[in-house]
Every structure is written in C-alpha cells, then in structure tokens.
C-alpha cells in the first residue's frame, strides 16, 4: 500500500512563507485528488486545499484563499502548499491525503490515505 509523507514544516513568523510538501511513495496517487489539512489544538481537522489529478481544478478554504497555492508533479509524485502572508492562525499541525474517489470533496472521513503531519508554527 503507497505512502505519503510531509515535509516543510516548521517555525515562520507573521508575515512569512512556508512551502509544504507531499511526496507519494508511488505514482498510483497520480490519479488521485490530492487535498492538504491542518488540525490546530482543540480543534477538528480541516480542509484548507485540494487539488484534482490534473492539477487543474483547485479548491481552497475562505481562511487560506489568496495566500495558499496548491500545485501538483506527477512526474515527481508530489503535491506543494505554497503558504504566503502567514499569520498566527495558520499554526496546525498540516496534513496530506488523498482520496481515490477524485472528488472535490471536503471531510476528512472522504479521504482513504494520510501522511503522518508536520508541524507549522507561525510566531507573532
């Protein structure tokens, strides 16, 4: 069964850029939408982007919209988080998935593989 695995994490301050990323163990995932989640403390884990096995049809949270940008390599197996103007709010532990189904769908209980999560921080 594939893996996936994140790196990127780590301490940024307010205002700084972090760049996530998702690395397959192989290119079954290709096919396969692709979203990024995040789980801060005391709170449920949530959707902030996706993308579709093209690369083309992109879904972000209102929270991230216009500072986040999700982009996939098939060729490389990987899917990026690129995070810009960050802010407090964005600390969480973040979190790939892939859902096999391929829709533009939002629960976490939706997607069948998970990486095991890196932490991102953002300092004030």
């Known amino acids: 069964q594939g893996q996936l695995m994140e790196s990127g994490g780590g301490l940024v301050q307010a205002g700084g850029s972090l760049r996530l990323s998702c690395a397959a163990s192989?290119?079954?995932?290709?096919?396969?939408?692709i979203g990024w989640f995040r789980q801060a403390p005391g709170k449920e884990r949530e959707l902030i982007a996706s993308?579709?096995?093209?690369?083309?049809?992109?879904y972000y949270a209102d929270s991230v919209k216009g500072r986040f940008t999700i982009s996939r390599d098939n060729a490389e197996n990987t899917v990026n988080l690129q995070m810009n103007d960050m802010k407090p709010e964005d600390t969480a532990v973040y979190y790939c998935?892939?859902?096999?189904?391929?829709?533009?769908?939002?629960?976490?209980?939706?997607?069948?593989?998970w990486g095991q999560g890196t932490q991102v921080t953002v300092s004030s």
């Open positions: 993308v579709n096995w093209t690369g083309v049809k992109t």
């Open positions: 192989d290119n079954t995932f290709s096919v396969y939408r």
């Open positions: 998935a892939a859902d096999r189904a391929g829709w533009d769908r939002q629960l976490a209980s939706d997607y069948d593989f």
